[in-house]
């Protein structure tokens, strides 16, 4: 199992911008689908964007592309999500979670699917 500890999250105001990390452990991260969720007040906890460990390539929900950027540092292993322009209904705690490439054979990424998560992180923007 990969262990998973989020940072970066905190206040900032519309239209600024920041940038969380995961930082993971445990284990090879070589065949895994990396993951951002979010849960916003009150709201149930939703898809944000992926990450294909081993090439780099990413997803987006709709939402926030063209905003938000994920990204990895492989020699690190961690993964960290840029966020910028931000908006009032970005305001949740973000999660990152981590998943066996195994389980995702298409491209929606299905958050029962992940095996390991961190605790979150909350990110609040003000208006």
């Known amino acids: 199992q990969v262990h998973l500890v989020e940072s970066g999250g905190g206040v900032v105001q519309a239209g600024g911008s920041l940038r969380l990390s995961c930082a993971a452990s445990?284990?090879?991260?070589?065949?895994?689908?990396m993951a951002w969720f979010r849960r916003t007040p009150g709201g149930q906890r939703a898809f944000v964007a992926a990450l294909i460990w081993p090439t780099s390539r990413s997803y987006y929900e709709e939402s926030v592309k063209g905003r938000f950027i994920v990204s990895r540092d492989n020699a690190e292993n961690t993964m960290y999500l840029q966020m910028n322009s931000l908006k009032p209904e970005d305001t949740a705690v973000y999660y990152c979670a981590a998943g066996d490439r195994r389980d995702f054979p298409g491209t929606v990424f299905y958050q029962g699917n992940f095996r390991s998560w961190g605790q979150g992180t909350q990110v609040t923007v003000s208006s």
């Open positions: 445990g284990r090879t991260l070589d065949d895994h689908i």
